[in-house]
């Protein structure tokens, strides 16, 4: 078993010096990657910065002399995710841990993104207790906040260190024993608003011999399941969630990108997609929706997120792209539309309930959905078992078919 650090050892070698030894304490080898640029280490590593900065396209001196810091962070960040990719190919890293401040927490995340998911990652920050979306992304990154700063060793510094250490061996010598079976894996979506629609559909799913996986579609969750499409994890997708869009389209907080959509259409995956929570629009506390939007319908899901009422307007051009994308689909696609309500809250007699509203979406995604793409309309809401039945039947279809 192997653990590789990385690390800035111009100023960090004290205390990456104190992980390793930890760590080979318990007997576990260590693998250093230094990819401190400005200074030479106080030890020597396993993997040098030179090599980090030559995995990179460049040499360590240009760095040194040419580069911003933010450049050579970039930089060195490319090169590491390089390195510690290679490592874990050639059976040499079985967990990662990284200590530092935020140029070195931005450096060894980005190695940590490049292995794959399961792979534990382990990072001790300074910046761990703030918005750490940049760092993790869609990374099974696992965020230590150092408390104090990464900067000599004492009675704080030691304890949590150690804890990172031994977490992380913690996990390399104890890999779970993860049961796996030979079964087609489907990708469903789902918010607090489509969660009854969702576990009908997955209960059925499972029922019928697949695995599933939930994403929760607040942005990152949306991205990871397009990663997971993309890396060919995912055997097919029931898309019921697709709020994400509506965030990216009004300025929501829960965006996903504008790609959106596009790994399943591009990797030829069976999908079926369908509007659930377009019917609303992201933001945190009430206090922070800007001020344009104070006069919208809003409603208060609990004191943290405050959700808004999309317009028909809105709407329209939610179908416009939605139908955009799944035309550009290279497999089995299916656009299902629950005709009573897309979410818990638009169906009659809720806050969010607009018939005018829904059906701007619904002609939308009518008038631009191509021949290719099969339409499916149910007189249900969202949630409605009838409308999971349907979905999971038609993917079956799908899936049998290929």
Excluded at 63 to 83: F, K, N, Q, V, Y
Excluded at 110 to 130: D, E, F, N, Q
Aim: proline fraction near 4%.
């Amino acid at each position: 078993m192997s653990v590789v650090i990385v690390g800035t050892l111009d100023t960090k070698s004290e205390e990456i010096g104190f992980a390793r030894d930890v760590i080979e304490g318990q007997g576990v080898d260590v693998h250093v990657v230094d990819v401190g640029v400005m200074g030479d280490p106080e030890f020597e590593p396993d993997t040098s910065a030179a090599e980090v900065a030559a995995a990179a396209g460049t040499d360590l001196e240009t760095l040194r002399e040419d580069a911003e810091r933010g450049e050579a962070i970039e930089t060195m960040g490319e090169g590491a995710a390089t390195i510690v990719g290679e490592l874990h190919d050639e059976g040499v890293l079985d967990g990662v841990l990284g200590l530092g401040g935020s140029g070195n927490t931005s450096i060894a995340t980005a190695a940590m993104r490049a292995l794959p998911y399961g792979v534990p990652k382990v990072m001790v920050s300074t910046v761990a207790s703030g918005d750490v979306e940049p760092y993790v992304e869609t990374r099974d990154i696992a965020m230590l906040y150092s408390v104090a700063d990464v900067e000599g060793l004492n009675q704080l510094t030691r304890r949590i260190i150690s804890n990172a250490a031994l977490a992380t061996v913690g996990m390399v010598d104890n890999e779970p024993d993860v049961e796996t079976e030979d079964k087609p894996t489907v990708g469903i979506t789902m918010f607090g608003v489509t969660t009854p629609g969702v576990q009908a559909a997955r209960e059925h799913l499972e029922e019928m011999g697949y695995e599933t996986i939930v994403f929760h579609a607040t942005g990152t969750g949306g991205r990871a399941m397009e990663n997971l499409i993309e890396q060919g994890v995912i055997d097919a997708v029931l898309d019921v969630t697709t709020t994400e869009w509506a965030d990216e389209l009004v300025g929501g907080v829960l965006n996903a990108g504008p790609e959106r959509l596009d790994a399943a259409a591009e990797t030829g995956t069976p999908q079926i997609v369908s509007v659930g929570a377009l019917d609303m629009v992201n933001f945190g506390p009430e206090d922070s929706v800007p001020e344009e939007f104070q006069d919208r319908n809003l409603h208060v899901h609990n004191p943290q997120v405050t959700l808004m009422r999309t317009t028909p307007e809105e709407c329209a051009e939610l179908g416009e792209i939605i139908a955009e994308k799944l035309n550009a689909a290279t497999g089995p696609t299916a656009l299902a539309l629950p005709l009573d309500g897309v979410s818990m809250l638009s169906v009659e007699g809720e806050d969010f309930y607009d018939p005018e509203a829904d059906e701007a979406l619904f002609k939308a995604l009518r008038e631009n959905v191509g021949d290719d793409v099969e339409l499916i309309e149910v007189e249900a809401d969202i949630n409605d078992e009838r409308f999971a039945r349907t979905i999971v039947e038609t993917l079956d279809e799908y899936v049998s078919a290929g």
